[in-house]
């Protein structure tokens, strides 16, 4: 149990399909993330949360949107994507404190959600 | 901008066998660093840190030293087991974290 549960695991859609990827964390985090994994390529981030808030939107296509409503969850809502968006997608929380600089932030991941764009 | 270069896989060895996975890193401040792992059909987990330089990161066996002469922080493990397998990124974190591409380990009985 890493702490951290995404769903669903597995989805397949089509390009005109309206989806979204589920996490949720029971650890008491208070910064929430979207990395982007692909075979070959460095994890890309893609979103971040911090107290509920967007703090980095890191050059995203609009075709993918995230929803942080509260401190333990965080969805990423999918519409008309194309198939090089084919990936793991990965969410991860992390306990942040203000004004810590030191750059020590340990990451904890969920298992991931297996996207396939057809 | 910040960046981490590791190098590329697959590396496959025998049990018992001795274990580098070289990792440099470019930053314009004094970031920490970080190896995850990613064991199959999970998310990845911090396998070690260390925070400033010379600091020795260690876990599970695997050793890392933060070399700030060389931009550095290889990984080594002097006898790897069938449950080693695994890919593993090494990572940097300055204002923010920032990854390797992973380097995908398999260790043969």
């Known amino acids: 149990e890493t702490g951290v549960t995404q769903t669903p695991r597995h989805l397949v859609m089509g390009m005109t399909n309206k989806k979204s990827l589920k996490c949720e964390q029971h650890l008491g985090h208070n910064a929430m993330y979207w990395y982007k994994q692909s075979a070959k390529k460095p994890l890309e981030l893609m979103f971040v949360y911090n107290f509920k808030e967007q703090t980095e939107n890191n050059s995203v296509p609009s075709r993918f949107s995230p929803e942080c409503p509260n401190s333990s969850h965080l969805f990423l809502h999918l519409h008309t994507l194309q198939p090089e968006d084919s990936a793991l997608y990965l969410c991860?929380?992390?306990?942040?404190?203000?004004?810590?600089?030191?750059?020590?932030?340990?990451?904890?991941f969920g298992a991931g959600s297996r996207l396939t764009v057809l | 901008g910040d960046s981490v270069t590791q190098m590329e896989g697959p590396v496959t060895l025998s049990e018992e066998a001795f274990l580098t996975i070289n990792c440099t890193y470019t930053a314009t401040g004094y970031p920490s660093l970080f190896w995850y792992v990613q064991y199959p059909g999970e998310g990845l987990q911090l396998l070690l840190k260390?925070?400033?330089?010379?600091d020795k990161g260690s876990n599970k066996g695997f050793e890392a030293t933060y070399r700030k002469e060389t931009t550095s922080f290889h990984l080594e493990k002097g006898s790897v087991q069938v449950s080693d397998s695994a890919v593993y990124f090494c990572a940097l974190n300055d204002y923010k974290l920032s990854f390797g591409a992973g380097t995908t380990v398999t260790v043969r009985a």
């Open positions: 260390a925070t400033k330089a010379d």
């Open positions: 991860a929380s992390s306990q942040v404190s203000a004004g810590d600089s030191s750059g020590a932030n340990v990451l904890t």
